[in-house]
């Protein structure tokens, strides 16, 4: 069985999950052998319906979000601090020392892996370089709010020279802003996640770089846990099985495109 649900917007698309997870329970919950699912947020009401599920003696994988305490199995997901951090990197290289301001996009402030993506990346600046100055952009929960908002940073700092979105959802806000503000060329600009608009956006110059996060791998490996479990009898080895993450720019997006 497969259910879709949407995050977009409001907060309708997570009360839709657990309102999926919730009848599923109800109607399979003692029928059901394995459960694989990607939190839209770290929620207690998520924890608690997951948690049933697991006292059902159902095998529960996870993608992205965690919850430690919900009897899951593991959850399957890139290394967020690190996310972070490889994007600060790449940044710090091209920007070599420079002084200024780096927009961040936001993500969900209730996602626990958007969190420690933002927590890598303040970091790693940091440390490396401290004459960098990281304005937050909050999550306005609506693409044109966010572009606008971004827009208005864009126009009235003249001292941004870098931006970073850790989400696919802000990726092309963040292009638009730069692509309005006629600033697209003088602000080094790194996306989140690979699809058919990001990829133009790359190879169009307005983005240098996407930090890609693997989410065919992750889906992958989330049915393979649960099938070496329920087939074969073999756990996972750790709670937090790690996906690759990758640097893609306009020379090696060739090589990615099977999965636009």
């Known amino acids: 069985m497969e259910y879709a649900f949407s995050t977009q917007g409001d907060n ?13 329970y109800e109607e399979w919950g003692d029928r059901l052998d394995g459960l694989l699912t990607a939190p839209a947020i770290n929620s207690p ?26 009897g899951r199995l593991c959850c399957i997901a890139p290394n967020d601090i690190y996310t972070g951090r490889l994007a600060a990197e790449l ?4 920007l070599k020392g420079r002084k200024g301001t780096v927009l961040v996009a936001e993500g969900d402030e209730l996602s626990w ?16 370089n401290p004459h960098i100055a990281i304005l937050r952009a909050k999550d306005l929960r609506d693409e ?6 971004m827009l208005k940073y ?21 292009c638009h802003a730069l692509c309005r503000s006629g600033r697209q060329d003088e602000i080094f600009a790194v ?53 690759q993450i990758s640097i893609i720019m306009q020379n090696n997006i060739r090589f990615f495109e099977d999965f636009i």
Do not use: W
């Open 12 to 24: 309708s698309g997570n009360e839709r999950q657990v309102e999926i997870l919730k009848n599923l």
């Open 45 to 70: 009401k998520l924890q608690c319906i997951l948690a049933r599920f697991s006292g059902k003696g159902v095998s529960v994988v996870l993608i992205d979000n965690d919850f430690e305490d919900c």
């Open 91 to 94: 940044m710090n290289l091209v």
């Open 113 to 128: 892996s958007h969190k420690m993506n933002l927590t890598g990346f303040e970091t790693y600046f940091k440390e490396h």
């Open 144 to 149: 044109e709010a966010n572009c606008r908002q």
């Open 154 to 174: 864009f126009q009235e700092i003249p001292d941004i020279i870098g931006a970073y979105t850790m989400r696919a959802r802000n990726t092309m806000p963040l």
């Open 191 to 243: 996306g989140s996640d690979l699809f058919p608009e990001s990829a133009q956006m790359l190879r169009d110059g307005v983005l240098e770089a996407i930090i890609y996060k693997a989410p065919y791998e992750k889906g992958y490996q989330g049915f393979k846990v649960l099938f070496e479990c329920l087939i074969k009898g073999n756990v996972p080895k750790s709670a937090a099985v790690s996906v």
